[in-house]
């Protein structure tokens, strides 16, 4: 029923900033929370940030202070800012969303951090 489209990622230098986004398909359901993992080569897939219904985010403790995610209600839509970015960001970026009901995944999206 819903689908996750995210834009494409990139490679990016060390303190440089990139914006993914992720846009949910189908209308009238109601979202839990969106966000964003990652998986970086080796490692196990982790929380990035997320935002529930009411507005609050949570972000890891990693990316505190450099990432900010927010909400597009009107296109269901979740957007990640990442700023000073550095060679341990680097990975797969996975949108989420849950309707409380079932949870959604986004196809991955590569985010590379170059020096």
């Known amino acids: 029923q819903v689908q996750l489209v995210e834009s494409r990622g990139g490679l990016v230098q060390v303190g440089g900033s990139l914006r993914l986004s992720c846009a949910a398909s189908g209308s009238g359901f109601a979202f839990n929370f969106m966000g964003w993992y990652r998986q970086a080569p080796g490692k196990q897939r982790e929380l990035v940030a997320t935002?529930?219904?009411?507005?609050?985010?949570n972000y890891a403790d990693s990316v505190q202070g450099r990432f900010t995610i927010s909400r597009d209600n009107a296109k269901n839509a979740v957007l990640l800012q990442m700023n000073s970015l550095k060679p341990e960001d680097t990975a797969v970026y996975y949108c989420?969303?849950?309707?409380?009901?079932?949870?959604?995944w986004g196809q991955g999206t590569q985010v590379t951090v170059s020096s």
């Open positions: 989420v969303l849950n309707t409380y009901l079932q949870t959604y």
């Open positions: 935002i529930i219904s009411g507005g609050s985010t």
